[in-house]
């Protein structure tokens, strides 16, 4: 189990930052810090969820799969959010999500009876999971619009500065085939568009990485899609950060 101490030295999680303190105290011996690799699948579709978890510096996405085998995110989680909120909110299964790891790093994770017991318990821990899955959705309606609306180019500006805002590091792993399938879009179409922010000087693109080199300009491509999610999640959750011993 991971310690206090350990939690407050680490990368942090704004969702467990926005808890008040005596109860992220309580439930500090239940988390688990737990390292994450490229494309670990967390949860395949029907399976329970027996686990959540809140990143630290990864970052996780919810796909779905069609029936001709083309895969689209659905939504994004990393250090503002937890994954696997179907254990608390009334389900413990998804009939057709898959949670696969998107960018590698920790996160800590709790089994998900001792979230449920204390969110059925726990008026604190119920306002806080109640606004983040408010939040959460408007992320996920906001992304449904994104991507029937808005050009690839505007599109992939705003899916990376999502990514940076989660890493919190200029350089992301991330191959253009991995993009193309959260993007719903052909490789060839991330290709031409990321040489496109490349000759721009937003990014740069080597080997599987991508670091981003203008900030400014990225937003500035993106569409109001990252703006208005992010103004949401500020709404919501605030940005808190705690002090521990």
Known sequence: MV????????????LL???PQ????????????VSLQLGDRLHDPGEIIYDLYFPL??????TLMMSNGTTAETG??????VLGVNAFMGGRETTQTTYIVQHAGDALKIDARV???EFDSNKDLRDVMLRYTQAFIAQISQTTACNSLHKLDQRLARWLLEVHDRVEADEIALTQEFIADMLGVRRAGVTQTAQALQ???LIRYQRGHIHVLDRPGLEA????????VKEEYDRLLGNHHKVLP
Request: aromatic residues 6%.
């Open 57 to 62: 510096d990864c970052v996780l996405s919810i």
């Open 221 to 228: 491509s993106a569409c109001e899609c990252f703006h208005t």
């Open 76 to 81: 994004l989680v990393g250090n503002r959010e």
């Open 22 to 33: 005596p109860l992220f105290e309580k439930l500090t011996p239940a988390l688990k810090k």
């Open 3 to 14: 310690t206090s101490y350990e939690i407050a030295m680490a990368a942090r999680n704004r």
């Open 199 to 201: 000759d721009r000087r």
């Open 115 to 117: 979230l449920l017991k």
């Open 17 to 19: 930052d926005s808890l």
